[in-house]
């Protein structure tokens, strides 16, 4: 494979070796980039910070509350901010001070969140159920498609519509009314066509406020389920059956304040195990829960790295050489879809062949191209990616395409030779918590740039 850079890029990298690594005072017309210099090994601690998809929904489930709410172990990102801006566009108070979020949602001023912030966020959905639950009537714009598939919310309303509420969708918003005269939405059976994560989340803070007991199908099982559902019991909801397919909530006429610490996030620890496996590094990483990395660490294992689980709350990856392994996403407690593109990273320098196959999103393997870029043998067939490992990878500018695609190409970064310029941080800065200081903090070579944004455009 040519790996010889063409002028464009070898312009965009000089461009970039001119570019000062501190904050501009204008970051007018620059972009910032992720140069990754890679060869480097790892070793130490990584600290994990708290779980984002927890987060999301516990930020929206905090509107089910008249009284009170404190949050602790919230990651600081972009998508948490953007629930933070959601939430007081609905009347929301919020003070913030560390990874602590205090929320009074007493006084829910306009039930409808603005669209140009819920286009920017996807989670910001989930703030129905709760709207709807404590209010009886809300609108929330229809969050939109992104890069990875069109993302629809047909069983989120299909769930709503169960419980009692009339859910119509005009010009871009859904319009939901508890039917009739009613101020309760009602207790319903439902069966989820898809264990959806947001789906299931959705009807279970509705539930919490419903009359009677309402029971969900093929729930999905993920830990951040659990975790919403302590949440909510810890503000006087009655549910169980939370982490396993059916969930029964019985609902309650309020909840009370609260002050609940975040999980720790499980995909954010499965990257730093990634980043220590393609880099043959000893690492260690708290706090983790290891219930929650059990397909990671399985599947790492299978690819010949030992993961030795340290106690309640720490793990350690002691590198072995990489040989190829098969992976399907799947539905917790099935591989997750959020670690595939960080794991076929790692099997595109691992030994032998692989079969990724990914089947939660219909457009989940666009990282396949930039891994090309970098050198490796990679073909995609259909929502499969067939990898050939290749012996090493060699750095380019690379641009992600979306939040676990990026990390991915960081990932690669670590272990190519020579440089790697990580465009499209944007998405990157979503779900990752400082991710190039973290790593650097574990002997990696890499720095955030600016760069003048023409000069790298894909
Ligand atoms: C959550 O998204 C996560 N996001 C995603 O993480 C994660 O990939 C996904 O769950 C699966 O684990 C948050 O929690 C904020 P789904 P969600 O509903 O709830 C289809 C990341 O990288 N579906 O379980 O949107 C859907 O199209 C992000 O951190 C319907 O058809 O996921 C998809 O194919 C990416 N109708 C499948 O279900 C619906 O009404 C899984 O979606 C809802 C979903």
Not at 356 to 361: D, K, L, S
Not at 406 to 415: K, M, P, Q, R
Request: hydrophobic content about 40%; overall charge negative.
């Amino acid at each position: 494979m040519d790996n010889s850079l063409s002028f464009r890029e070898e312009k965009a990298i000089k461009t970039i070796h001119e570019a000062t690594s501190a904050t501009p005072q204008s970051t007018e017309g620059l972009q910032p980039v992720i140069e990754v210099y890679g060869g480097a090994s790892l070793r130490g601690e990584v600290r994990v910070s708290g779980a984002k998809n927890s987060a999301l929904a516990i930020m929206a489930g905090t509107l089910l509350c008249s009284d009170d709410c404190r949050l602790r172990n919230l990651p600081a990102l972009a998508d948490i901010d953007r629930m933070c801006q959601i939430l007081s566009a609905i009347g929301v108070k919020l003070r913030r001070s560390g990874d602590c979020l205090d929320i009074d949602a007493r006084d829910i001023g306009q039930s409808q969140a603005p669209y140009e912030l819920v286009s920017q966020l996807r989670a910001s959905f989930f703030v129905i159920g709760p709207l709807l639950a404590r209010l009886g009537t809300t609108q929330v714009p229809l969050p939109g498609g992104c890069a990875i598939g069109a993302r629809p919310v047909d069983l989120h309303v299909r769930g709503l519509h169960a419980m009692g509420a009339d859910v119509r969708i005009e010009h871009g918003v859904v319009h939901a009314n508890v039917r009739g005269n009613r101020r309760r939405l009602t207790g319903a059976n439902i069966y989820l066509d898809y264990p959806s994560v947001g789906a299931t989340e959705t009807i279970m803070m509705a539930a919490t406020l419903a009359e009677g007991e309402t029971v969900i199908g093929n729930a999905a099982q993920e830990p951040e389920i659990v975790d919403l559902a302590n949440f909510c019991r810890s503000m006087g909801a009655r549910i169980k059956g939370d982490g396993t397919a059916t969930i029964m909530i019985e609902g309650v006429e309020r909840l009370h304040a609260t002050d609940f610490p975040i999980i720790p996030d499980r995909i954010e620890a499965a990257t730093f195990l990634c980043a220590g496996a393609i880099t043959h590094s000893e690492i260690s990483l708290f706090p983790v829960v290891p219930d929650h990395l059990s397909s990671a660490i399985a599947k790492l294992r299978e690819m010949g790295p030992e993961v030795v689980v340290e106690g309640p709350d720490r793990v350690r990856l002691i590198p072995k050489s990489l040989r190829g392994a098969d992976i399907e996403t799947l539905p917790y407690p099935g591989f997750p879809t959020d670690m595939q593109a960080q794991f076929m990273a790692v099997l595109a320098m691992s030994e032998g062949n692989s079969v990724v196959t990914e089947t939660v999103f219909e457009n989940r393997l666009q990282h396949v191209a930039e891994l090309q870029r970098m050198g490796a043998n990679i073909k995609v067939k259909g929502n499969s990616a067939i990898i050939q490992g290749v012996p090493f990878l060699s750095g380019a500018p690379v641009m992600s395409t979306d939040l676990r695609a990026s990390a991915a190409l960081v990932i690669a970064g670590l272990a190519a030779e020579g440089k790697t310029v990580v465009q499209g941080l944007k998405h990157l800065d979503r779900g990752y918590e400082d991710i190039e200081g973290k790593l650097r903090g574990l002997g990696a070579n890499l720095r955030r740039v600016w760069v003048p944004a023409e000069d790298t455009a894909g």
